[in-house]
């Protein structure tokens, strides 16, 4: 991997409000977005008996799945004393390094970011219910969130987590992880969607019709 002076950050904004918003460096091995449209089988076209006309249904939802690392064994390259260390013919000690006055066997991730566990736990917690016990079932959903990381932005839901980690510190604690995630929703080409983006991404459930609750039994 080639030295990077840092780590784009990205962006996950808790749109219902309740778990807040949080950054970590992104580093991504696919960024995959498909856009889909709905099309059936319609009437055959006036001029050509061969084939039927398009039918156009509308729309589809965007769908976003990433593959990326979260990695805390990275050098800070832009620390200078970490510089001056990796640039010496002799290993010495620096905070990357285990020594004898207790210093840290790791760097913490760039810009005081979560540990790795609590990045990986940060969106765990993102595909939980908003409200399982909501009575009128709109907050009985996992939440809506809104991923941004440079020019790529996306609003919608969590629909595929998973996570592998791949190495520990000698106290066990993961300080790598592979993660897959994939969303539903809206790709942002303009990185805005407007207005109230639970309003416009969220289709309410839909309730029971009066007669089907009183029947009887």
Known sequence: MFPRKTIKKATVKDLDNRLGTFTFP??????????????????KTPADNNWSGLKSEGGKLDSMTLAFFIDQTEPLL???????NMMSPIVI????????KGGKALP?????????????????????????????????RPHLIEFRWDKVAFAGGITD????????????????????????????????????????????????????SKKSF
Do not use: W
């Open 161 to 212: 987590f998973s996570f592998k980690y791949t190495l520990f510190d000698s106290n066990g604690a993961p300080i790598r992880a592979e993660v897959n995630m994939t969303m539903k929703g809206r790709y942002l080409p303009k990185g805005q969607l407007g207005g109230n983006y639970i309003n416009a991404l969220l289709q309410p459930k839909e309730e029971k019709s009066t007669a089907e």
């Open 93 to 100: 000690n620096s905070d990357l390094h285990l020594n004898p």
């Open 108 to 140: 913490n991730l760039p810009g005081g970011a979560k540990t790795v566990h609590e990045i990986v736990n940060g969106l765990y917690g993102l595909t939980l219910m908003v409200n399982a016990s909501d009575a009128a079932n709109l907050n009985n």
């Open 26 to 43: 992104f580093n991504p091995e696919t960024i995959d977005i498909t856009r889909g449209c709905l099309f059936t089988e319609g009437d």
């Open 78 to 84: 832009y620390d200078v004393k970490n510089m001056m």
